[in-house]
Protein backbone atom coordinates (compact mmCIF):
# COMPACT_ATOMS: atom_id res chain seq x y z
CA UNK A 1 0.00 0.00 0.00
CA UNK A 2 1.30 3.25 -0.81
CA UNK A 3 0.65 6.60 1.51
CA UNK A 4 1.59 10.24 0.51
CA UNK A 5 1.61 12.94 2.47
CA UNK A 6 2.24 16.60 1.79
CA UNK A 7 3.75 19.39 3.85
CA UNK A 8 5.33 22.94 2.79
CA UNK A 9 2.04 24.60 1.88
CA UNK A 10 1.54 28.40 3.69
CA UNK A 11 0.35 31.78 3.12
CA UNK A 12 2.99 33.74 0.85
CA UNK A 13 2.88 37.39 -0.69
CA UNK A 14 2.94 37.37 -4.56
CA UNK A 15 6.31 37.01 -6.45
CA UNK A 16 7.59 34.66 -3.33
CA UNK A 17 8.35 30.93 -3.04
CA UNK A 18 7.61 28.04 -1.53
CA UNK A 19 8.77 24.24 -1.95
CA UNK A 20 5.91 21.66 -1.42
CA UNK A 21 7.14 18.17 -0.35
CA UNK A 22 5.38 14.84 -0.71
CA UNK A 23 6.71 11.94 1.17
CA UNK A 24 5.67 8.73 0.01
CA UNK A 25 5.37 5.64 2.10
CA UNK A 26 5.50 1.91 0.00
CA UNK A 27 6.90 1.55 -3.35
CA UNK A 28 7.47 4.32 -5.62
CA UNK A 29 10.40 4.13 -6.66
CA UNK A 30 8.82 3.07 -10.32
CA UNK A 31 5.93 5.18 -10.41
CA UNK A 32 5.05 8.17 -12.16
CA UNK A 33 4.09 10.81 -9.41
CA UNK A 34 2.48 14.23 -10.34
CA UNK A 35 1.33 17.67 -8.35
CA UNK A 36 -2.35 18.91 -9.22
CA UNK A 37 -4.55 21.11 -7.31
CA UNK A 38 -7.77 22.29 -6.68
CA UNK A 39 -9.16 26.17 -5.90
CA UNK A 40 -12.50 26.98 -4.44
CA UNK A 41 -15.61 26.05 -6.78
CA UNK A 42 -13.36 25.00 -9.28
CA UNK A 43 -12.35 20.93 -10.74
CA UNK A 44 -8.95 19.57 -9.90
CA UNK A 45 -6.28 20.90 -12.56
CA UNK A 46 -3.07 19.13 -13.58
CA UNK A 47 0.08 21.15 -12.50
CA UNK A 48 3.26 18.95 -13.22
CA UNK A 49 4.27 15.27 -13.07
CA UNK A 50 7.52 13.47 -13.34
CA UNK A 51 8.60 9.72 -14.68
CA UNK A 52 9.17 6.92 -12.70
CA UNK A 53 12.91 6.71 -13.71
CA UNK A 54 13.09 10.65 -13.33
CA UNK A 55 14.14 11.16 -17.03
CA UNK A 56 10.80 12.98 -18.04
CA UNK A 57 8.87 15.81 -16.46
CA UNK A 58 6.07 17.56 -17.81
CA UNK A 59 4.26 20.93 -16.37
CA UNK A 60 1.32 22.83 -17.25
CA UNK A 61 1.13 25.66 -19.25
CA UNK A 62 0.06 28.41 -16.16
CA UNK A 63 2.71 27.13 -14.46
CA UNK A 64 6.13 26.12 -17.19
CA UNK A 65 8.56 28.21 -16.16
CA UNK A 66 8.04 28.78 -12.42
CA UNK A 67 6.97 25.85 -10.81
CA UNK A 68 9.52 22.59 -11.25
CA UNK A 69 8.67 19.14 -10.49
CA UNK A 70 11.88 16.69 -8.58
CA UNK A 71 11.93 13.60 -6.85
CA UNK A 72 14.52 12.10 -4.51
CA UNK A 73 14.63 8.47 -4.25
CA UNK A 74 17.00 7.77 -1.26
CA UNK A 75 14.25 9.99 0.93
CA UNK A 76 11.23 8.51 -1.60
CA UNK A 77 10.35 12.00 -1.52
CA UNK A 78 8.79 14.34 -4.69
CA UNK A 79 8.82 18.28 -4.40
CA UNK A 80 7.09 21.07 -6.06
CA UNK A 81 9.28 24.08 -6.40
CA UNK A 82 7.07 26.96 -6.45
CA UNK A 83 8.11 30.67 -7.10
CA UNK A 84 6.83 33.90 -8.67
CA UNK A 85 3.57 32.74 -7.23
CA UNK A 86 0.27 34.67 -7.98
CA UNK A 87 -2.75 35.21 -5.94
CA UNK A 88 -4.48 32.85 -8.73
CA UNK A 89 -1.98 30.20 -7.56
CA UNK A 90 -3.83 29.81 -4.65
CA UNK A 91 -5.70 26.64 -4.47
CA UNK A 92 -4.49 23.12 -2.71
CA UNK A 93 -2.09 21.37 -3.69
CA UNK A 94 -2.48 17.22 -3.92
CA UNK A 95 0.42 14.82 -4.28
CA UNK A 96 -0.34 11.55 -6.47
CA UNK A 97 1.54 8.46 -7.24
CA UNK A 98 0.29 6.54 -10.62
CA UNK A 99 -0.85 3.25 -11.91
CA UNK A 100 2.84 3.49 -14.47
CA UNK A 101 6.12 4.94 -14.32
CA UNK A 102 5.08 7.23 -17.43
CA UNK A 103 4.50 11.02 -16.98
CA UNK A 104 0.51 11.39 -16.75
CA UNK A 105 -2.04 14.18 -16.45
CA UNK A 106 -5.01 13.12 -16.26
CA UNK A 107 -6.29 12.47 -12.45
CA UNK A 108 -7.74 9.34 -12.87
CA UNK A 109 -4.53 8.00 -14.09
CA UNK A 110 -3.38 8.05 -10.36
CA UNK A 111 -3.89 5.29 -8.07
CA UNK A 112 -2.90 7.14 -5.05
CA UNK A 113 -3.67 10.74 -3.22
CA UNK A 114 -2.42 12.71 -0.42
CA UNK A 115 -4.52 14.69 1.52
CA UNK A 116 -3.20 17.91 0.88
CA UNK A 117 -1.78 20.88 1.48
CA UNK A 118 -3.31 24.97 1.37
CA UNK A 119 -1.14 26.89 -0.83
CA UNK A 120 -2.44 30.96 -0.76
CA UNK A 121 -0.82 33.78 -2.16
CA UNK A 122 -1.69 37.36 -1.15
CA UNK A 123 -1.79 39.99 -3.36
Known amino acids: QVQLVESGGGLVQAGGSLRLSCAAS???????MGWFRQAPGKEREFVAA????????YSADSVKGRFTISRDYAKNTVYLQMTSLKPEDTAVYYCAAGGSRYVRVEPQEYDYWGQGTQVTVSS
Open 26 to 32: GRTGWLG
Open 50 to 57: ISGPGDST
